[in-house]
């Protein structure tokens, strides 16, 4: 390596290797990073030659590590790189391979929403991995729907989590998202829009503006609090978005229970996630000119996980099929930073072709 980088220590593994520069233990490899605002993943899988149909299955993983969050508009752009080159070092060492050794690199990453955002880290990830390496800077959503598609940019992704996002393309390369401004502008069928709703129901009963809910009780207790009161204190003192939005498992827990209350909410919630897909499906006719071509709809994040009584995305795609009845739901059976690996190969496969 010729290139000087900041966190220089951090390779310190490849000089111990006894392959050296030119390569490592296992042949050529892929790293595939999904980056949020929680956690930071990534993957080393194997390369395949371009001329490979695709991945085998289960696909071969030679290593996986996680960090915190690697969002530069939670962390700053210094801790997030750090993070992000930490993660790719240590899963290159855990699969006795090195830079070297690199085909290709795709960052999937919350908080890349511009071109100047993708082209800051590219010239960064350039001082970083050899000239030969292929580098892709994407938003997360890409990789969410990665893995639902097993690697192909078709379709819509459905991101419903702390916040939430919905992100479509299409064959032709056209792409559309909505939602995704976070909290504060309106993702309100997010985990931290069902549950600030719930909290403030909670408010409105004890004040008198509201219905009486089970809400109350349910949520008091979870946070181990004595009375309404108290909760104005408990969500002032820390509003981080994810530490509230952890209450969504008690407002479908009151839902399935019949409070009516909660069950309003979880609606609300619905019709704002089909709302999102909804508004992509439309600007990128990926329904077809006559609304009933079929695509895929890839569901991601816990908000969208199965309960036993309330299911909220079975819900959004019920409520999504009364006007596309060609969508497609699927649950991924790989993570998104298996999901960003299978965007490195094919975005090397594209290019191969051209």
Known sequence: ??????????????????????????????????????????????????????????????????????????????????????VMAEALSKSCSNRSAVR?????????????????????????????????????????????????????VLIAGTGTIAYGFTDDGREARAAGAGPILGDWGSGYGISAQA?????????????????TNSILHTLGLSSADELIGWTYADPTWARIAALVPVVVSCAEAGDEVANNILQHSVKELALSVTAVVQRLRLCGSDGKDSFPLVMVGGVLKGN????????????????????????????????????????LKDSHKE
């Not at 690199?105 to 390496?133: E, K, Y």
């Not at 060609?326 to 930073?337: D, Q, R, S």
């Open 104 to 156: 290709a690199v795709c960052l999937s990453l919350s908080g890349v929403n511009h071109p100047t955002d993708q082209q800051r880290i590219l010239n960064w990830l350039r001082d970083i991995f050899p000239s030969h390496v292929k580098l892709y800077v994407r938003n997360d959503a890409l990789a969410a729907l990665a893995s639902g598609t097993m690697g192909r940019l078709r379709g819509c």
């Open 199 to 215: 909290l403030t129901a909670i408010i409105r009963a004890h004040d008198g503006r509201g219905p009486q809910t089970k809400l």
């Open 1 to 86: 390596m010729t290139k000087k980088h900041r966190n220089g220590e951090i390779w310190e593994f490849e000089r111990e290797m006894s392959g050296g520069a030119e390569g490592g233990g296992v042949g050529d490899v892929i790293l595939g990073i999904d980056g949020g605002t929680t956690s930071t993943i990534c993957v080393c899988v194997p390369f395949l030659p371009p001329q490979s149909l695709q991945f085998p299955d289960p696909i071969p993983l030679l290593a996986r590590v996680e960090a915190g969050c690697s969002n530069h508009n939670s962390v700053g752009e210094t801790a997030a790189r750090e993070t992000l080159e930490q």
């Open 308 to 347: 036993k009584g309330w299911g909220i995305a079975q819900e959004v795609v019920n409520c999504i099929s009364k006007d596309y009845p060609g969508v497609v739901p699927i649950w991924p059976k790989v993570e998104p930073a298996i999901g960003a690996a299978l965007l490195a190969w094919n975005f």
